[in-house]
């Protein structure tokens, strides 16, 4: 069995949103390296949140700068119409959002099908229980623990709250996305979370593998 496959082992996914993007190959190797678990990869279409960033032509370079499972957090509209091409590009966990216009369920099952690890996040905002009849579809559910768009923003600790009632039930991964770093880790994995999403806390460190050390030890 694969490491990523207990779902209480401590996981830490440096997201790449905070990376050089003009080395990204040996920024990503470099944490690789460091032994982080997985690289998370920021999906956004401009219209879901108000930022643009990676498509599956990117992905699939990062494919080829890292032997890590790729875990790929899609915040677009319309993820049933993407998920194929992600797939094809290297991507092993593909998380969607609940609040997408498009079939939820029916995208979840075409990530399964499709050979990869399904997700499911929410916003802030959103009630937990939006949630329900979607976890028996899922591997990871996906806390975010910011306002999904940006890297760089305030930890928000209400959002624990969502960590602690989810953990009561559920078997699978919890992640927490946004605003992880020293101050926060522990707090995140004390609620319940054993996957955590960090950008700029790693890659805005000046030594990336004291920083995951740090993390990881925090989170232990
Ligand atoms: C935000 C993204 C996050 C982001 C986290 O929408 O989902 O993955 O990169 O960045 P930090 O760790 O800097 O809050
Ligand atoms: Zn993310």
């Given at each position: 069995?694969?490491?990523?496959?207990?779902?209480?082992?401590?996981?830490?996914?440096?997201?790449?949103?905070?990376?050089?993007?003009?080395?990204?190959?040996?920024?990503?190797?470099?944490?690789?390296?460091?032994?982080?678990?997985?690289?998370?990869?920021?999906?956004?279409?401009?219209?879901?949140?108000?930022?643009?960033?990676?498509?599956?032509?990117?992905?699939?370079?990062?494919?080829?700068?890292?032997?890590?499972?790729?875990?790929?957090?899609?915040?677009?509209?319309?993820?049933?119409?993407?998920?194929?091409?992600?797939?094809?590009?290297?991507?092993?966990?593909?998380?969607?959002?609940v609040?997408?216009?498009?079939?939820v369920a029916?995208?979840l099952?075409?990530?399964?099908?499709?050979?990869?690890?399904p997700?499911i996040?929410?916003?802030?905002?959103?009630?937990?229980?939006a949630l329900k009849p979607y976890l028996s579809l899922v591997?990871?559910v996906?806390?975010?623990?910011?306002?999904?768009?940006?890297?760089?923003?305030?930890?928000?600790?209400?959002?624990?709250?969502?960590?602690?009632?989810?953990?009561?039930?559920?078997?699978?991964?919890?992640?927490?996305?946004?605003?992880?770093?020293?101050?926060?880790?522990?707090?995140?994995?004390?609620?319940?979370?054993?996957?955590?999403?960090?950008?700029?806390?790693?890659?805005?460190?000046?030594?990336?593998?004291?920083?995951?050390?740090?993390?990881?030890?925090?989170?232990?």
């Amino acid at each position: 069995m694969t490491k990523w496959h207990q779902a209480d082992r401590v996981l830490i996914a440096p997201s790449i949103l905070s990376a050089n993007f003009s080395k990204l190959a040996a920024e990503i190797q470099e944490v690789e390296q460091a032994g982080c678990d997985l690289i998370h990869v920021d999906v956004m279409d401009g219209h879901f949140v108000p930022n643009l960033t990676i498509g599956p032509v990117v992905v699939s370079a990062v494919r080829q700068s890292t032997k890590l499972p790729l875990d790929v957090h899609l915040m677009i509209d319309d993820p049933g119409q993407y998920v194929e091409e992600f797939r094809k590009a290297g991507a092993d966990w593909l998380t969607i959002h609940v609040e997408i216009k498009g079939d939820v369920a029916g995208t979840l099952k075409k990530i399964r099908q499709l050979g990869a690890k399904p997700g499911i996040s929410l916003r802030p905002k959103t009630n937990l229980s939006a949630l329900k009849p979607y976890l028996s579809l899922v591997d990871l559910v996906l806390v975010m623990t910011v306002e999904p768009g940006f890297g760089g923003q305030a930890f928000m600790p209400d959002m624990l709250a969502k960590v602690k009632e989810l953990k009561k039930g559920y078997k699978g991964h919890i992640s927490v996305d946004g605003g992880i770093a020293a101050a926060t880790i522990r707090q995140a994995r004390k609620a319940g979370a054993n996957l955590f999403v960090a950008g700029s806390a790693i890659f805005g460190a000046t030594d990336r593998k004291k920083q995951i050390d740090e993390l990881r030890r925090l989170a232990g």
